[in-house]
């Protein structure tokens, strides 16, 4: 069992940045590729950004290539989203999520965080 916790979250200018924290409970962390989603009300969880188990692969959506960054912290147990030069049409919750050893970009995901909102005026 994997429990996840986003923080980080909060409102921005547009223009601005946020990091996004995912602390992952449990000793086996590194045995799960992990993945930011958002989804905002009424509409279908969009693919962000994935990064591999030991961090050396990542891949990212299209709408946000440039300017995010997964990363990730084995020894701490947590996955971050460095998000530069958000835009209005970035606000919404944002999911982190954990997969046993493969990445994916579909939703296919073991465990799943409670979201964080984050919203960016303009």
């Known amino acids: 069992q994997v429990q996840l916790v986003e923080s980080g979250g909060g409102l921005v200018q547009a223009g601005g940045s946020l990091r996004l924290s995912c602390a992952a409970s449990?000793?086996?962390?590194?045995?799960?590729?992990m993945a930011w989603f958002r989804q905002a009300p009424g509409k279908e969880r969009e693919f962000v950004a994935t990064?591999?188990?030991?961090?050396?692969?990542?891949y990212y959506a299209d709408s946000v290539k440039g300017r995010f960054t997964i990363s990730r912290d084995n020894a701490k147990n947590t996955v971050y989203l460095q998000m530069n030069s958000l835009k209005p049409e970035d606000t919404t919750v944002y999911y982190c999520?954990?997969?046993?050893?493969?990445?994916?970009?579909?939703?296919?995901?073991?465990?799943w965080g409670q979201g964080t909102q984050v919203t960016v005026s303009s």
């Open positions: 999520a954990a997969r046993y050893l493969v990445a994916a970009t579909g939703d296919d995901y073991n465990y």
């Open positions: 990064i591999s188990r030991g961090g050396s692969t990542t």
């Open positions: 449990g000793r086996t962390f590194s045995s799960y590729a």
